[in-house]
């Protein structure tokens, strides 16, 4: 007797469907709740096969591909960096990604990664920020204001209540559009507070964190030593490559350094201008209260984010979980349906009397 199987089916989101659900559901809601599952997936570390991601690189950027897996799920995600896309019309960051059972091999999900590394980035910036920032901190710098701005800033409010903002970039326009976003967000009760600044040193001064989102194909200094005060915590995102950093060495030995994953950002991080020996803490063994975080409120405290790949797979559970609740997406066959899942050249053929003539010759 023949039984029924119920097939899984792949979920596809493209970048409107993603755009679509963070309407559903509000940036901040979404920042919280991503920062929540991100959270759950750095408690159980030790749960994750883990590899530094494979870069391919070029002169004009970088083509990376960053897998992970804790036997129930595999995750991974395609994502670039071409600080000089603008010329052609294109983002700095594109990415794609995918979630396949562990069990079948059978791809779940497959989504676009553009906005969600943005959303992701800031979740996790905020997440580490929380964690290690003054309790107290009240003013953020942002320097870098390009397409990670916005979510950086919104996820500092969410998870952390920051509303005094000042932001450089060396293309002022780019300030001005990141304020306008941010005022026209109408996302809280009260409107940012936001100062636009001439220099970094401007911007940076009195800060109690500083968010560094730049990109740069080569070593930056964006925020030098002599910046430094006691007590500020850096978020530095924009240096997450060989040969791309954006901090001057001098400012990582006056800090207390905190990474994602030790041997991935010995190669892509800020921490690749140090020796191999430099010390550094795990966020998650600081989560997991294996490790201190900030000791005392006059330490310098500095997250080295290049991205890592937990981060991805706790967005993609995130996108899945919330497409499923909202019914956002549409259902793709990325595989073959026919009864005798071995005739596969049978299913071909049945399918192909039904081709176009065009698409057969
Ligand atoms: P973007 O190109 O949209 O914006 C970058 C902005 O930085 C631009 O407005 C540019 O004018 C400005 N800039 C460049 N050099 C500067 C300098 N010296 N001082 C002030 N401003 C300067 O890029 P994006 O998508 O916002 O990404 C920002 C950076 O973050 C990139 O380097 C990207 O690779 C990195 N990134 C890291 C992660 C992570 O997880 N760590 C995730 C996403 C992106």
Same mark, same amino acid.
């Given at each position: 007797?023949?039984?029924?199987?119920?097939?899984?089916?792949?979920?596809?989101?493209?970048?409107?469907?993603?755009?679509?659900?963070?309407?559903?559901?509000?940036?901040?809601?979404?920042?919280?709740?991503?920062?929540?599952?991100?959270?759950?997936?750095?408690?159980?570390?030790?749960?994750?096969?883990?590899? $530094?991601?494979?870069?391919?690189?070029?002169?004009?950027?970088?083509?990376?591909?960053?897998?992970?897996?804790?036997?129930?799920?595999?995750?991974?995600?395609?994502?670039?960096?071409?600080?000089?896309?603008?010329?052609?019309?294109?983002?700095?960051?594109?990415?794609?990604?995918?979630?396949?059972?562990?069990?079948?091999?059978?791809?779940?999900?497959?989504?676009?990664?553009?906005?969600?590394?943005?959303?992701?980035?800031?979740?996790?910036?905020?997440?580490?920020?929380?964690?290690?920032?003054?309790?107290? $901190?009240?003013?953020?710098?942002?320097?870098?204001?390009?397409?990670?701005?916005?979510?950086?800033?919104?996820?500092?409010?969410?998870?952390?209540?920051?509303?005094?903002?000042?932001?450089?970039?060396?293309?002022?326009?780019?300030?001005?559009?990141?304020?306008?976003?941010?005022?026209?967000?109408?996302?809280?009760?009260?409107?940012?507070?936001?100062?636009?600044?001439?220099?970094?040193?401007?911007?940076?001064?009195?800060?109690?964190?500083?968010?560094?989102?730049?990109?740069?194909?080569?070593?930056?200094?964006?925020?030098?030593?002599?910046?430094?005060?006691?007590?500020?915590?850096?978020?530095?995102?924009?240096?997450? $490559?060989?040969?791309?950093?954006?901090?001057?060495?001098?400012?990582? *030995?006056?800090?207390?350094?905190?990474?994602?994953?030790?041997?991935?950002?010995?190669?892509?991080?800020?921490?690749?201008?140090?020796?191999?020996?430099?010390?550094?803490?795990?966020?998650?063994?600081?989560?997991?209260?294996?490790?201190?975080?900030?000791?005392? *409120?006059?330490?310098?405290?500095?997250?080295?984010?290049?991205?890592?790949?937990?981060?991805?797979?706790?967005?993609?559970?995130?996108?899945?979980?919330?497409?499923?609740?909202?019914?956002?997406?549409?259902?793709?066959?990325?595989?073959?349906?026919?009864?005798?899942?071995?005739?596969?050249?049978?299913?071909?053929?049945?399918?192909?009397?039904?081709? *176009?003539?065009?698409?057969?010759?």
């Amino acid at each position: 007797m023949k039984t029924s199987i119920t097939r899984p089916r792949t979920r596809l989101l493209d970048t409107h469907d993603v755009a679509r659900l963070l309407h559903l559901m509000g940036v901040p809601a979404a920042l919280q709740e991503l920062a929540g599952i991100l959270k759950e997936d750095y408690l159980r570390w030790p749960d994750f096969d883990k590899a $530094s991601r494979i870069g391919a690189y070029t002169d004009a950027g970088v083509i990376e591909l960053m897998p992970i897996t804790d036997g129930r799920h595999y995750t991974f995600k395609c994502v670039n960096g071409h600080p000089d896309n603008g010329r052609y019309g294109l983002p700095t960051v594109m990415a794609m990604g995918a979630l396949l059972d562990c069990d079948t091999g059978m791809i779940r999900l497959l989504s676009e990664l553009t906005l969600t590394t943005a959303l992701r980035t800031a979740a996790n910036s905020a997440l580490a920020a929380r964690t290690l920032a003054r309790p107290d $901190s009240r003013v953020m710098a942002i320097i870098g204001n390009g397409a990670q701005s916005d979510f950086q800033a919104m996820a500092f409010r969410a998870l952390l209540g920051i509303q005094d903002l000042r932001l450089y970039d060396l293309d002022q326009a780019a300030s001005e559009r990141l304020q306008r976003n941010l005022l026209n967000a109408h996302a809280f009760d009260t409107p940012f507070r936001i100062q636009i600044c001439d220099s970094a040193a401007q911007a940076i001064q009195g800060a109690d964190i500083v968010s560094t989102l730049t990109a740069h194909q080569g070593p930056a200094q964006v925020l030098t030593a002599n910046m430094l005060e006691p007590g500020m915590h850096i978020n530095a995102v924009g240096g997450d $490559s060989p040969g791309k950093t954006e901090l001057d060495p001098a400012v990582l *030995p006056r800090a207390s350094v905190f990474v994602e994953y030790v041997p991935q950002t010995r190669e892509e991080g800020e921490i690749q201008q140090m020796p191999a020996d430099f010390p550094v803490v795990e966020l998650w063994q600081v989560l997991t209260g294996v490790a201190p975080g900030r000791v005392g *409120p006059d330490q310098i405290t500095v997250f080295d984010s290049v991205g890592f790949a937990l981060e991805d797979y706790a967005a993609l559970r995130f996108l899945r979980a919330a497409a499923e609740r909202f019914g956002v997406g549409s259902w793709v066959d990325v595989t073959s349906s026919q009864d005798d899942p071995r005739d596969l050249f049978g299913w071909w053929l049945a399918q192909s009397v039904h081709e *176009p003539e065009a698409v057969r010759a």
